[in-house]
């Protein structure tokens, strides 16, 4: 699978992800009103106008970018509602070739890590029948748990040509609390990197693993020692623009041939239109602010690379 | 929040609570058979199979236990058929007066734990609605990315009077890989157990606090250190049971009052027809069975208390 990504990647000059994390204060107020309208101030309404967004958005950069990241506390806040979209945006995406991270962090204990594989990756049993829930093509996972709660993912990534980023340094500030403590001289988040290293061995899909790992960009200096200490693992970078790295704190995350890092940006494209830089735009034409933010992000992510 | 629970039990004289996790291969073949008759082999006859294997149990147990601990994993494999009945069970339990203990192990940035708290424990606005989504009493929470991802949920359980467990030690056999490891001589759970304190600290409900811990029941030495540590922490305790933990075992997670801990039990009760010990109910009257393994099983730590 991670060769899949690397292919859309060099295809569409673009290694990025859109990150489909819609909050209601990020849509615009003419999608919002005439959801309502039809639905009411319900979870089915704001649900809607969350797929009203999405689609928008999709319709207006699908044909420049890899892949899409939806992460699923922004659908799970509406319920069912809200999942049902979260579904229905995953295989809008599919359909116009779009590769789909699913950014849940699951993680649990054995039995439980494999029903979540299951959910996100791979196909339930149901009498003699098989059938899938969420199916997307990469899954993002918690480590806390050690390798039992762990293989059941990449069993599955074996067994359907699936992938999963693992939190290894995470981009959020509070995040050396625990990651950055030094055990035997490194810290956390090094020897979670060698458990991702070990896991993803035998997983591999030519020159990199479908194991892979989430490593903030707001870390340079980490992400370079990482990105020695990992030379097989695809990075899942998250924190570029609206959380604060630059151009310049992404580079360490890349291999020499400027591959092995796909870089997340989800406020940064989706609600582009409420940044002065594209309010030209106006909010009537916010998937075209996204389009313009994504080939903007392009330009200055390849500027380094 | 955890007033109640300790009401609970202290009415019940069960500090237990049954684990809702629900596999397929746990299922009666008669509800199987009946629910595919009726769905066919489909997702929808899975999650109508697991809804009626709920129901039957609490029908049978909800007079004799304080709470349920339903594994959302367990539904969300089944997609949205299976979150459909995961709320459905929710609301039923919480009508025949069970407290809920969503078990998710939810965690992320931030913004990202915000929404996740909403869908949970809090309530969404939705323009000038309030709506929530699935609304348990309490919710398992995962600590790998540190305060900032953990405080939203802290928020939400001070504004709306609910609870958290945040994991401490895990009862899983690879727990240890990185959780024990040391960290200025200490092992990493016991520094997550000094924050989980920090957090729980203005949140107090009585002598305990509204945040709590997920404390295995597998390593009962740590238990014991933990218990000390954490004086005013309810642990939810997993691993008695069909994962190894005995009575004596559980000792160490109570404090002098035979209170501070609620041990769960899933696979024990929720299958306990399969068991030898409860083969006489038949699978006919599995929920029999189960009444009869909460019994036994309260006796079992009673006994130790």
Redesign the interface.
């Known amino acids: 699978m991670i060769q899949q990504l690397i292919q859309k990647i060099q295809k569409t000059k673009a290694p990025l992800c859109v990150g489909l994390?819609p909050?209601?204060g990020y849509i615009p107020e003419h999608i919002?009103k005439a959801s309502?309208q039809e639905f009411?101030?319900?979870?089915e309404?704001?649900a809607n106008a969350i797929w009203h967004f999405n689609k928008e958005i999709v319709d207006h950069t699908w044909d420049l970018i890899p892949c899409v990241k939806p992460?699923i506390?922004?659908y799970?806040?509406?319920?069912?509602e809200?999942?049902?979209v979260y579904?229905r945006t995953i295989r809008y995406c599919q359909d116009k070739g779009l590769l789909v991270i699913g950014d849940a962090?699951?993680?649990?204990?054995?039995?439980?890590?494999a029903?979540?594989a299951?959910?996100?990756l791979g196909k339930?049993?149901?009498?003699?029948?098989w059938?899938?829930?969420?199916d997307t093509e990469f899954l993002t996972v918690?480590?806390?748990?050690?390798?039992?709660?762990v293989k059941p993912f990449v069993d599955v990534c074996k067994a359907e040509d699936k992938g999963i980023f693992v939190?290894v340094k995470?981009?959020?500030?509070?995040?050396?609390?625990?990651?950055d403590?030094?055990?035997?001289g490194r810290p956390?988040y090094e020897?979670?990197a060698d458990?991702v290293v070990e896991w993803g061995a035998d997983c591999m899909d030519g020159e990199y693993s479908n194991v892979g790992a989430v490593v903030g960009a707001t870390y340079p200096e980490m992400s370079a020692v990482l990105r020695k200490q990992m030379p097989h693992t695809y990075f899942l970078v998250?924190g570029y623009g609206a959380q604060g790295a630059t151009a310049g704190d992404l580079r360490p995350c890349f291999d020499d041939n400027g591959l092995g890092a796909i870089v997340n940006s989800s406020r940064g494209i989706i609600a582009a239109y409420r940044q002065e830089k594209y309010a030209k735009f106006g909010s009537e034409h916010f998937g075209e602010a996204s389009r313009q933010a994504v080939i903007d992000m392009a330009a200055d992510i390849n500027s380094v690379l």
Chains 1, 2 share one sequence.
């Open positions: 994390d909050m209601l919002l309502f009411g101030e319900t979870l309404g704001a992460q506390a922004m799970e806040q509406f319920g069912i809200g999942l049902k579904a962090k699951r993680g649990d204990i054995g039995s439980t890590s029903a979540y299951t959910a996100h339930v049993k149901v009498g003699e029948s059938h899938t829930a969420f918690n480590p806390y748990l050690g390798t039992d709660g939190l995470t981009s959020n500030p509070s995040s050396g609390e625990f990651q403590r030094l055990i035997d956390l020897h979670v458990k998250p």
